[in-house]
């Protein structure tokens, strides 16, 4: 890891827009959710909301909208780097349970 790199995560806006891109990954791949607030136990996902906020979050990640540009740029990482990534989660089915280390410097 380059040192300036060691600076950068220690950045709290850094990282608040790292966990943006993060969460809408995880929607974007998400087929189970978690349901009951004393028990985890991940059901298929037939929720209206959970579909819509799925499909939201997989056009946000292959689109080229000004907003998801803004977001990688706030979070230090390269937009058509991270619209790849999408690209190939999405040719892959969006696989379930995807988690991506998007912290890490070149």
């Known amino acids: 890891m380059h040192p ?3 600076i950068e995560l220690k950045c709290p806006e850094r990282a ?30 037939t929720d209206r909301s ?7 979050a997989r056009r946000w990640l292959t ?14 990482l390269n937009w058509e780097a991270v619209h790849d990534v999408a690209v190939k989660l ?3 089915g969006w696989p379930p349970g995807v988690r991506m280390r998007l912290d890490r410097g070149p």
Do not use: P
């Open 16 to 45: 608040l827009w790292l966990a943006v891109i993060q969460a809408a990954i995880s929607d974007a791949c998400a087929t189970y959710c978690l349901v009951g607030k004393t028990h985890t136990k991940y059901v298929l996902s």
């Open 90 to 92: 999405q040719a892959a």
């Open 50 to 56: 959970a579909a819509l906020n799925r499909e939201a």
């Open 4 to 6: 300036d790199n060691d």
């Open 63 to 76: 689109g080229r909208s000004r907003d998801f540009r803004e977001v990688c740029s706030l979070a230090g």
